[in-house]
């Protein structure tokens, strides 16, 4: 399992740059994107077509800063980059095509956030909890007041408008032959 950090955040993620909403107590590990000891994003997961991409290969710099991730999806490559920086995960994905045809690629991205403190991902059960809030525009906002009444916020955005409904953030990419 990867682990990026810097400062107060890191992120545990599994080898194809995914952060799948577990938990220690059921999986024996805890992911997702944590700032000071808060999960600000359980989940941001990947798919094309509604199925995962086939890993290829994954690597993490020597000092945790980056993970690449290379995956095979129908036809097209995906190059996964992630970094964690400031407080922020930053993502660039790249799609190649090494085919002689042109491809339309679907691609979802799922996103949750639950923001539970450390130890709760761990298996130690709260009382009670706060307040969440989703909005979805161009982006995606989860918000969250805690008993603390701290309130805690979470966006993701994109560099090209995605079509978002529940938490799913869909693409349809069309990529030439022997584009990349």
Known sequence: ??????????????????????????????????????????????????????????????????????????????????????????EKIEITNPTAKPVTLPLEISYGADFLDIFETRGWPREGRGVHQTVESEGIAFQYQGLDNVVRKTGVSFSEAPQISNGVARFNIDIPAGAG
Request: aromatic letters at 6%.
């Open 1 to 90: 399992m990867p682990v990026l950090k810097h400062n107060d955040s890191f992120a545990v993620l599994d080898d194809s740059g995914n952060a799948l909403e577990r938990n220690e107590k059921e999986h024996h590990i805890a992911d997702g994107i944590f700032h000071r000891d808060t999960r600000i994003l359980s989940r941001a997961i990947l798919t094309s077509g509604h199925a995962a991409p086939q890993l290829v290969s994954s690597s993490l710099s020597a000092d945790n800063a980056l993970l690449t991730v290379v995956l095979k999806a129908e036809e097209a490559d995906i190059t996964r980059s992630i970094f964690l920086w400031e407080g922020a995960l930053f």
